[in-house]
């Protein structure tokens, strides 16, 4: 596929978005998203692992199926907090599960808000983690941010 066609999917899809055209479709993905992450086997997270490059230096390759399972539910009933401290508590805690996501959370933190963006697009799309930290506020991240540069 040429570079000029992923640039329009892109720049179509981002259009959609903002003119809530696609809002119906993201709602439907999201009442699904729990019950594809519970189907997810044991050798299909391994497989899910080990195609992603970038699982070795993020933190993912240390995760199992069973902290992977626990990260898909804490996340889902992480997901109606309020209040700003709540949410980016909830986002540390879904952090904390994973020991090994965690650690470079924190040295991506310390490297700056930079290094943690690229730290957090690196994450494979499957991963809860991703995804709660990019559907947060930009408040929440800070938070998230500040908080895991103190440790």
Do not use: C
């Amino acid at each position: 596929m040429k570079h000029n066609y992923i640039r329009m999917a892109a720049a179509t899809a981002m259009a959609g978005v903002t003119f809530g055209i696609a809002a119906p479709a993201a709602n439907a993905v999201e009442a699904n998203r729990a019950a594809v992450a519970a189907s997810v086997s044991a050798a299909d997270f391994e497989a899910l692992k080990a195609a992603n490059p970038a699982s070795a230096t993020n933190g993912e390759a240390e995760m199992t199926a069973q902290e992977f399972a626990e990260l898909t539910a804490e996340g889902e009933a992480q997901s109606g907090l309020v209040s700003l401290k709540g949410k980016a508590g909830a986002v540390i805690a879904l952090l904390k599960k994973s020991p090994g996501l965690f650690k470079a959370a924190v040295k991506a933190a310390k490297k700056g808000a930079r290094a943690f963006e690229s730290w957090v697009n690196s994450l494979s799309n499957w991963n809860p983690v991703k995804w709660a930290i990019k559907s947060a506020p930009d408040a929440i991240i800070w938070e998230v941010i500040k908080y895991l540069a103190s440790q």
